[in-house]
């Protein structure tokens, strides 16, 4: 998306502009030939199984069922896509359009704007 022009203001405003509500998406992934299916892990766990079983936190790391056993993440990724970069739950996924109104630089609250 692109970013909203900021109104001007005499001090630069910190809260980011964004498009619509402050939602996320996990991201979807081609499988068997498919595109936009919903990502599974080797294993076929789902992004809302990672949540439940709190596999791993909303920041991108490892929650307190993850076994170290488990290694990392990107282990039990497919096509390169890991739970931390598909689903919304582990720290991926996909926010609105969101730009810092000063900078347009990404805000990194707002993952993959």
Do not use: H, M
């Not at 996924?93 to 805000?107: E, I, Q």
């Amino acid at each position: 998306g692109t970013c909203p022009t900021p109104v001007p203001t005499a001090a630069p405003a910190v809260e980011p502009y964004c498009d619509g509500e402050l939602s996320c998406s996990d991201t979807p992934v081609e499988r068997d030939g498919k595109s936009d299916q919903v990502w599974i892990s080797s294993t076929t766990a789902t992004c809302q199984q990672y949540e439940d079983e709190n596999f791993c936190t909303p920041e991108g790391g490892y929650g307190t069922g993850w076994k170290d056993e488990w290694e990392t993440f990107a282990d039990w990724g497919v096509g390169g896509v890991d739970a931390s970069e598909a689903c919304c739950a582990c720290g991926g996924g996909s926010s609105p359009a969101c730009c810092d109104s000063s900078s347009f630089a990404l805000n990194q609250a707002w993952k993959n704007c």
